[in-house]
């Protein structure tokens, strides 16, 4: 079962839920949480307060349903491209990258803040890193 299933199926026991039996009907539930159980099932926690103001919290299990057939394999899809990031200046009042697209290269402007405001960036295993300064 997916979860959009379940979800179908936790607002109709929410619009099913009789006034009487925790206001539920006319009042705002969410589903707090979808728990995947080791044994197929699923563990749906539902939130809502009532008219006056109370918390209530109601949980209910989902088995799953049988699996399905598998579908027919798509199209291979577009080869993609990884950007190669480089450091290209690294000095006290500079810090700028290089980098290398399937569009060619470029220098990015002075990432380093001035005054002590705005961001550091550090490139770490080929990904930007932002620290606060």
């Known amino acids: 079962m997916t979860k959009m ?7 109709k026991y ?10 539920l009907k006319g009042a705002p539930c969410q589903v707090k949480s979808i728990i995947d ?9 539902l939130e809502w307060e009532d008219r006056s103001g109370n918390h ?6 989902v088995n799953d349903g049988e699996q399905g057939p598998q579908g027919v ?4 899809g577009a080869t993609g491209y990884s950007p190669e990031i480089t450091v290209y200046e690294d000095t006290e ?6 980098v290398t697209n399937e569009e060619g290269d470029f220098l990015t402007p002075n990432l ?20 606060n300064i």
């Not at 380093?112 to 620290?131: C, E, M, P, Q, S």
């Open 14 to 23: 929410t619009d099913d839920t009789a006034e009487e039996m925790g206001a």
């Open 37 to 45: 159980n080791p044994d197929g099932t699923h563990t749906v926690t």
């Open 112 to 131: 380093k803040g001035t005054g002590g405001v705005g961001i550091n960036v550090r490139v770490v295993d080929n990904a930007l890193i932002f620290y």
């Open 93 to 98: 009042t500079s810090y700028r990258l290089k």
């Open 5 to 11: 299933e379940i979800y179908a199926l936790s607002k």
């Open 56 to 61: 209530h919290q109601d949980a209910f299990i």
């Open 73 to 76: 394999k798509g199209d291979t």
